[in-house]
């Protein structure tokens, strides 16, 4: 292929995937008002259910706005050839190193795609998620959290730019296998030490307090063998009210995570009903798998990327006039992205799987009622959509619907 055809070839996937995820988001608006499940019914008042009609369809409306505004950004950045125009502009700056040049650029990319986001990220947090009571960010912590992010990310682009392009210029033949071998190194080093390394950058983690809820949650641990040293608390009012858990690590830097909105809002049953689930994830080997799959996939991705780089009309496909891997690199995962998403859908029917065997590892290890109620609860409160369009669900969730999964939660014995 020359060049022309591989720039039309980007310009059809980014239109191709917008209009795919514009059709199945259409669809989902139009499941908003359908009748509720039977089993759903008693979780929202009628006020309430109303609010959370409201609260999604202006999500909808702004997703659709910020959707089209992103897609047209990259329409016209890859039509003009702007990706190209950057390197040159690059390049003349800098020393005429690969190395430094390609992370110069990927870092640029970053900013600058963050940056005109930001317009689109204030409305969601102080207007929308304001308006429906969610929100409690300060301003001032939007923005060191910007400072923050910014810096941790640009850390992470050195660390895995600077490998990936040492390996292509000493082994252009090989340099996949050995990146793989670093990239899974990193990913399971990052799984393992994220909660004690990363979060901690953005909020505080406590210790559980001594307590009934510990007692309990300990008791529980000591049932199912499940040595855990420490539950944590993060302080996730800090910024939402929204509620959430999360496990994390492997061996002894396994972490258990629960948000203080989660204690706040939960009896200490349900929130036992929660770890329950958490451990299930863990005892079902959900944790590992989804580790050894993520690292399998990743390699067939860099697979893919050796048989496609170096190749020269590709960076003239953006409009660059020298051949430079950085240009090659982001055009390749604009063209793998139909094979990205299909493997997401893969993974989310995995999920999916992997949330009902952990809801009836809980079911079956702790009780049934505080692990329904939790469920209902965790839903009203953060205004779930009941009533989700099953292609869209299909696609998108890595949970089941509330809605199914009480209905598997009940039929268990």
């Known amino acids: 292929m020359d060049y022309s055809e591989i720039k039309f070839l980007l310009l059809v996937i980014v239109t191709i995937s917008f209009l795919f995820e514009l059709i199945s988001g259409l669809l989902n608006f139009n499941s908003f008002d359908k009748p509720l499940p039977e089993n759903v019914k008693n979780i929202y008042s009628k006020d309430e259910y109303s609010k959370s009609q409201s609260y999604k369809k202006i999500n909808f409306k702004f997703e659709l706005i910020s959707s089209i505004y992103g897609f047209l950004i990259i329409f016209l950045v890859l039509y003009y050839g702007l990706l190209g125009q950057l390197d040159s502009y690059l390049r003349n700056i800098t020393f005429e190193n690969e190395i430094s040049l390609s992370i110069l650029f990927f870092l640029s990319i970053f900013l600058i795609s963050d940056i005109i986001k930001i317009p689109f990220q204030l409305y969601k947090t102080f207007i929308i998620e304001e308006n429906f009571g969610f929100n409690t960010m300060k301003i001032s912590t939007f923005l060191i959290d910007k400072i923050k992010s910014y810096i941790i990310s640009s850390f992470f682009i050195v660390i895995l730019i600077t490998p990936l392009l040492l390996f292509i210029i000493l082994y252009p033949d090989s340099f996949w296998i050995y990146f793989w071998l670093f990239i899974s190194a990193f990913l399971i080093f990052a799984n393992m030490f994220y909660t004690s390394l990363i ?215």
């Open 199 to 413: 979060v901690p950058l953005f909020n505080k983690l406590e210790v559980l307090k001594d307590g009934e809820l510990k007692q309990k949650m300990d008791n529980f641990s000591r049932k199912v063998n499940f040595p855990l040293s420490n539950i944590f608390v993060i302080n996730g009012s800090l910024r939402s009210k929204k509620a959430n858990a999360f496990f994390s690590g492997f061996g002894k830097n396994k972490k258990i995570v629960l948000y203080d909105t989660l204690i706040k809002n939960h009896t200490v049953d349900e929130l036992v009903a929660v770890l329950a689930h958490e451990i299930g994830h863990y005892k079902l080997n959900h944790i590992k798998t989804n580790m050894a799959i993520s690292v399998i996939t990743t390699g067939f991705m860099l697979f893919i990327l050796s048989n496609f780089i170096f190749n020269s009309q590709v960076s003239y496909a953006l409009g660059g006039n020298v051949s430079f891997r950085h240009l090659e690199i982001f055009a390749f995962f604009i063209i793998y992205s139909p094979v990205s998403s299909l493997i997401s859908i893969l993974m989310n029917i995995k999920s999916r799987k992997n949330e009902y065997e952990a809801d009836e590892y809980a079911v079956k290890n702790f009780n049934k009622k505080p692990m329904l109620d939790a469920l209902k609860r965790l839903s009203k409160d953060n205004l779930t959509n009941l009533t989700p369009h099953p292609l869209y669900e299909f696609l998108n969730y890595s949970h089941p619907s509330i809605s199914k999964r009480l209905y598997s939660i009940e039929k268990i014995k």
